[in-house]
């Protein structure tokens, strides 16, 4: 059974002559693997932003719906900011 399924895809020039140049410098030994590492990663981001959401978005969200008093405004954020930024300086 084949592992491996053939697609066509259309790229910009800019992306095109990327994928082209970096097989032209020995980075990788074909357009395909070019494409596939460029998968590998975006799969490694979304699970990431996936595993961020699950473990401190969401917790952070339950929390502050439980305790809405321990909100911070806006205001607050900008200030509290404005100080670190001074502190940093």
Do not use: C, F
């Amino acid at each position: 059974m084949r592992t491996t399924q053939q697609m066509s895809i259309t790229l910009p020039n800019e992306m095109a002559d990327a994928i082209r140049a970096k097989v032209q410098l020995g980075e990788y030994a074909s357009e395909s693997e070019v494409i596939r590492d460029g998968l590998r990663a975006l799969i490694a981001r979304d699970r990431a932003v996936e595993n961020w959401l699950h473990s401190q978005v969401g917790p952070a969200y339950d929390a502050l719906k439980a305790h809405p008093s321990r909100a911070v405004s806006v205001g607050e954020v900008r200030t509290r900011l404005a100080a670190e930024l001074a502190k940093a300086r």
